[in-house]
């Protein structure tokens, strides 16, 4: 199994054939990188595509403590460098899509173009807080059926049970101190004032059942404060890749192949 050491093990993968444009997938808060799964046949035929396990979450080491954006962006820029890639476009999902954004803040020459699936440059700290404390004073299962509620529309869960009960376990299975240092960075990112200074190409995907970063208060601010962002709705809820997969690769390998 591939990993690369910061001060913590990174697991990545990389996939697809070495001449095609790099593509870098990131999972929500609470999943993994198994999350892009329902979309990986599609975007394989045009993207040579690396996806990691932020840190704090599959196969990659959770230590103790608060992490920060910087820091999940380093560990990205690391996994690509053990890759063997210097640029890349880079989509993530909710807290990936804030790693992405950080990543074209800190290191732009390495940043071809960003994809932010049903994400955010600006969340409530103070409910972060909260759901930090709730987290390390009473597990993972505290905050399960808030974070179930969000990540998938009442109807695909409905459709689709196989699918949130395969969610639901990886939710409860992994380390609380992955989750509060994720959710840290959340709490504690300042990438709203800086969003004007993006350069690369962008592209903004809303999900129209998405309750925890809707268009409304979220999206509409990347939009804005990205010049030259592109904006796409979705039929889905937060985690796009598993409700909406074929549209949501679509309009990535429009916007970057």
């Avoid at 999972?27 to 599609?42: E, H, K, R, V, Y």
């Avoid at 939009?223 to 409700?243: N, R, S, T």
Wanted: with cysteine; net charge negative.
């Amino acid at each position: 199994m591939p990993f690369t050491d910061t001060e913590a093990r990174i697991y990545w993968k990389l996939e697809g054939e070495d001449a095609r444009p790099a593509l870098v997938l990131l999972n929500s808060i609470g999943s993994d990188m198994d999350l892009w799964a329902p979309a990986l046949a599609q975007l394989r035929l045009h993207f040579r595509l690396l996806r990691i396990d932020t840190r704090g979450h599959g196969a990659s080491d959770a230590p103790a403590g608060d992490y920060s954006l910087p820091m999940l962006a380093g560990d990205v820029l690391a996994a690509m460098d053990a890759a063997g890639i210097d640029t890349a476009a880079i989509a993530g999902v909710s807290l990936g899509g804030m790693i992405a954004m950080q990543m074209a803040l800190d290191a732009p020459d390495r940043v071809t173009g960003i994809g932010l699936v049903c994400t955010s440059a600006t969340m409530d700290p103070e409910a972060w807080a909260t759901r930090i404390a709730k987290v390390r004073g009473e597990g993972m299962a505290s905050i399960a059926e808030l974070a179930m509620g969000r990540f998938l529309s009442p109807a695909f869960a409905a459709e689709r049970p196989e699918v949130a009960a395969t969610i639901l376990r990886g939710l409860l299975a992994m380390p609380a101190d992955g989750y509060a240092g994720c959710s840290a960075a959340i709490r504690d990112m300042a990438i709203q004032p800086r969003l004007n200074t993006i350069a690369c190409p962008a592209l903004v995907v809303t999900g129209t059942l998405d309750s925890s970063t809707p268009y409304n208060g979220h999206g509409e601010h990347l939009v804005a404060g990205i010049a030259g962002a592109e904006h796409v709705w979705l039929d889905c809820a937060h985690l796009a890749p598993l409700d909406a997969p074929a549209p949501l690769a679509e309009a990535l390998i429009r916007q970057f192949a």
